[in-house]
């Protein structure tokens, strides 16, 4: 699988590796965090008005740590602002730029596929 940013470079194994332990360690939590306050806020105020103003404005604080500057701040250096590889080699350039491609269309190789291909889902 080739993961790749806005600009379509590919992104590093490091570079997932981090951003999956942000996620997990800090994301996930303020996200979790503004559910419970969004089911609580459901439950004690009773304006349609009010309730939807700070259901916002608790989904607006977990929000605002989705930025590339605080995932910067969390790899504690690892990570740079251009953290991709500048050599591509010429398969992962054609597969990013095909913005087409899905698993159906990606090439099997050996064995296994003919075997898939012949209905075994063993």
Known sequence: MIVVREDRKPLDVEYMAIL???IL???LPLFRQA???CLRIDREV???TARSSQ???ARRKAFRHLTKKKLLAYSR???T???TEDEEDEEVANIVENEDTTDDGMPCIGEEAEARDDGDLS
Do not use: F, M, Q
């Open 77 to 79: 250096g690892r990570l």
């Open 46 to 48: 009773t304006s349609e």
């Open 20 to 22: 999956y332990d942000w």
């Open 81 to 83: 602002n251009e953290d």
């Open 25 to 27: 360690s800090v994301i």
């Open 35 to 37: 559910r419970s306050d």
């Open 55 to 57: 259901k916002r404005a």
